[in-house]
């Protein structure tokens, strides 16, 4: 929805199959991060779907190709160009399930994920892919490259370092430069919201004596809501300021049903 409106919003009859595609995609990649990891959960985490025998590894194998695909045959129906950047991303979302357990820089991959939602929104959209639509892209990807370091540090426990914090706050930042005059204080405000959430989902990482990174990864990720929202800043309308809030509360309700790591 962001990267939509940072393209100008528009062509609103495509936002029900970007919603759709870009939801399967993120399913497919849930479903494969879990065949892909299936040996590491055998020996640490056995109450997992797979190893705990509810499911099989060859069925969560063909389910994630399932929805990959049902993904990208939705963003197909919105325009060539976003289905041909569908089957991109789906590339990298295979790549790194394949990969994130091997590689250090494996964040990076997930983070180059999501700066190409906003693009395949905003290609939808009446201007098309804006430079906001790529700089904000930029600064969601950041921020969950810096997300995804301590999802790492949870499967793999370390010590903690602070460089991840300056991804994080990336989309801050950005929003700063972008709302001026009357629109800075807005901004100002709705940062302000965010800091506070960021600071309240780190410190059970870094400022607690029992680390529960989980917790951390949960709030950060529900704290996608509120990059989102900094970029389309405080002028969009009303509405899409109670859409947010809305998707906020339900990202953090589902978290109690679905867990988020």
Avoid at 100 to 110: D, E, N, S, T
Avoid at 197 to 215: A, D
Avoid at 239 to 254: D, M, N, R, S, T
Wanted: glycine share 12%.
């Amino acid at each position: 929805m962001a990267g939509w409106w940072l393209g100008g919003g528009g062509n609103a009859k495509t936002l029900p199959f970007l919603f759709v595609g870009a939801t399967f995609l993120y399913v497919g990649g849930m479903f494969l991060n879990d065949a892909f990891d299936v040996e590491f959960d055998r020996e640490h985490r056995k109450e997992r779907p797979i190893p705990s025998g509810k499911i099989t590894v060859d069925a969560v194998f063909f389910w994630a190709f399932a929805w990959l695909t049902l993904g990208i045959i939705s963003l197909f129906c919105t325009s060539a160009v976003t289905g041909c950047l569908g089957i991109f991303v789906a590339c990298l979302i295979v790549l790194y399930d394949w990969l994130h357990k091997r590689i250090v820089f494996a964040p990076v991959l997930m983070g180059i994920c999501r700066f190409f939602l906003y693009v395949i929104a905003a290609a939808v959209s009446e201007k098309g892919v804006t430079g906001w639509a790529i700089w904000c892209g930029l600064a969601l990807g950041l921020y969950v490259i810096g997300l995804s370091y301590f999802a790492r540090i949870e499967s793999a426990p370390g010590a903690l370092r602070y460089w991840p914090l300056l991804p994080l706050v990336t989309p801050v930042l950005l929003a700063q430069f972008m709302n001026a005059n009357g629109a800075r204080q807005g901004a100002l405000l709705l940062s302000g919201i965010f800091v506070l959430w960021m600071v309240k989902c780190l410190r059970y990482g870094f400022w607690t004596n029992e680390r529960n990174i989980g917790r951390t990864v949960s709030g950060l990720l529900a704290g996608i809501v509120f990059v989102d929202w900094l970029a389309i800043g405080p002028d969009a309308p009303r509405v899409l300021g109670f859409v947010f809030v809305g998707c906020f509360l339900a990202a953090l309700g589902f978290q109690r049903f679905v867990p988020a790591t």
